[in-house]
């Protein structure tokens, strides 16, 4: 028997709802076997991130090495990057092992606020790792600082960022208006088109790792031989799904439910 793959290269959420956690879950639940690369241990709790220890860049490397000189990938997603080496090991891998997609979650910042990637990280990750990206899944605070502007605050400003980002180098954007009023609308754009995908927002506090989890819905479709506008699709649904049946757990932000989609719990 055989099974599409995904190698999430991203750092440890010790609470479960973010980070390699969501990324594996999300992946199982969408039938596709997920390998991993820990870039960081975190640690945090729905409330906060307490602390944060890095892993050296050469184990990140020997990490995904391991996994893809053995097992292969069809596609790789990244979630947390810790700075510029960790970025350097990640550009050398896709140059090594050339998938067939490589879906960037810009993890700039935890949505309790802490800043997850330094300034010069961003820098390299912008110059190196956008080019070899073939769909980059930013939020608008992490768009902004990309393009170091004002964050959109309309569908037309929404339009105008992706163009921006496109030129940065990546095939595809997914830029994601969750921290925009209204409905929940998601952005793509290949340069081509663009397809919003909107969801009615969900009046909930339970998101801790709606980022994480979306991005990895995506490429687990990715790697089951999705294009990407179906891949993004089938993530809306399951993100909305996740977010709409999320857990009530910890005192700040709840986890999603990575259930939710499977189980199809509206149809109860
Ligand atoms: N309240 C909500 N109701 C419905 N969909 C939502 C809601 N909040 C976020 N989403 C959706 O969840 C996905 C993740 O978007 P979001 O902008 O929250 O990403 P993120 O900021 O990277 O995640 P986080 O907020 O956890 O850092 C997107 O598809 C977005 O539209
Ligand atoms: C290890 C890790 N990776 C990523 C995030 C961002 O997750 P989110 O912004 O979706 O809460 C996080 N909090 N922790």
């Not at 490429?219 to 179906?230: D, F, T």
């Amino acid at each position: 028997m055989t099974i599409p793959v995904v190698l999430s290269i991203a750092g440890s959420d010790s609470g479960g709802g973010a980070g390699i956690q969501a990324d594996l879950k999300t992946c199982q639940e969408l039938g596709v076997f997920a390998t991993s690369a820990i870039t960081a241990i975190t640690a945090q709790n729905t409330v906060g991130v307490h602390q944060v220890k890095a892993i050296e860049p050469e184990m990140v490397y020997a990490q995904a090495d391991a996994v893809l000189a053995d097992i292969g990938a069809n596609v790789i997603k990244t979630g947390m990057l810790v700075g510029e080496g960790q970025i350097k090991v990640v550009s050398q891998l896709i140059d090594k092992y050339t998938p067939a997609e490589v879906v960037v979650d810009p993890v700039i910042s935890s949505t309790s606020g802490t800043q997850l990637l330094t300034n010069e990280g961003l820098a390299v990750l912008r110059k190196q790792l956008l080019p070899k990206t073939t769909l980059l899944t930013p939020n608008l605070p992490e768009a902004a600082l990309l393009l170091n502007q004002k964050e959109p605050k309309t569908i037309a400003e929404m339009k105008e960022f992706a163009i921006q980002l496109h030129q940065l180098g990546p095939r595809a954007i997914v830029l994601k208006g969750g921290h925009l009023e209204g409905d929940a609308v998601d952005l793509f754009y290949d340069g081509r088109e663009f397809i919003p995908f909107s969801a009615a927002r969900i009046k909930a506090t339970h998101t801790h790792g709606t980022g994480c989890t979306f991005a990895a819905a995506i490429a687990a479709e990715l790697a089951k031989g999705s294009n990407r506008v179906n891949a993004v699709r089938v993530a809306k649904a399951f993100i909305t799904k996740a977010i709409k049946y999320g857990f009530e757990l910890g005192e700040g932000k709840g986890p999603t439910n990575h259930a939710a989609y499977r189980q199809q719990l509206d149809k109860e």
